[in-house]
T-cell receptor
């Protein structure tokens, strides 16, 4: 039973355009959501997070949107750059619990020059 | 600032051999520690987590074990490796909700 789903294994966009990465979750107890970026043969790096009390969080070119009713979140990257090419993982947790994160399977983003 | 170290970076081991991967964290105290595995074409699977010295929780039944002999040291072990143990192993630490990952160990079991 996959509690966090990233249904698109890959996404390709043109440099300068917007990249939209999607994530769905099934567990209504999740109240904290994170996005990680991972290059090959490296550990994931934390990108941005959002608490369930918000519906939007922005950090530079990265914005995360949360739709609690739909149990859906998305990561927007504007403008996309070739250096953004990586695998992006969505993760969720019950913040009041043991802080275990449940990860999606990732979406490989390719930004073409 | 906090840093997390993992070694070795890469490892090639024969089936049936033992395994020991080490992870250490600097610059923080009493962190929660985690071991993950990323198998080819799959996401990050949580293997073990620890909230303190000697406290280990296993998430999935498997051929591996974990130990936390010191506050900032987390060890992943196996007595006899299987082919299916091949993968990219990641250690992570957290204090609040964000987890921070080490550089990973690429394990190939032949």
């Amino acid at each position: 039973d996959q509690q966090v789903k990233q249904n698109s294994p890959s996404l390709s966009v043109q440099e300068g355009r917007i990249s939209i990465l999607n994530c769905d979750y099934t567990n209504s107890m999740f109240d904290y959501f994170l996005w990680y970026k991972k290059y090959p043969a490296e550990g994931p790096t934390f990108l941005i997070s959002i608490s369930s009390i918000k519906d939007k969080n922005e950090d530079g070119r990265f914005t995360v949107f949360l739709n609690k009713s739909a149990k859906h979140l998305s990561l927007h990257i504007v403008p996309s750059q070739p250096g953004d090419s990586a695998v992006y993982f969505c993760a969720a947790s019950k913040r009041s619990g043991s802080e275990k994160l449940v990860f999606g399977k990732g979406t490989k983003l390719t930004v073409n020059p | 600032s906090q840093t997390i170290h993992q070694w070795p970076a890469t490892l090639v081991q024969p089936v049936g051999s033992p395994l020991s991967l080490e992870c250490t964290v600097e610059g923080t105290s009493n962190p929660n520690l985690y071991w993950y595995r990323q198998a080819a074409g799959r996401g990050l699977q949580l293997l073990f987590y620890s909230v303190g010295i000697g406290q280990i929780s296993s998430e999935v039944p498997q051929n591996l074990s974990a130990s936390r002999p010191q506050d900032r040291q987390f060890i992943l072990s196996s007595k006899k490796l299987l082919l299916s143990d091949s993968g990219f192993y990641l250690c992570a630490w957290s204090r609040v909700s964000e987890q921070f990952f080490g550089p990973g160990t690429r394990l190939t079991v032949l």
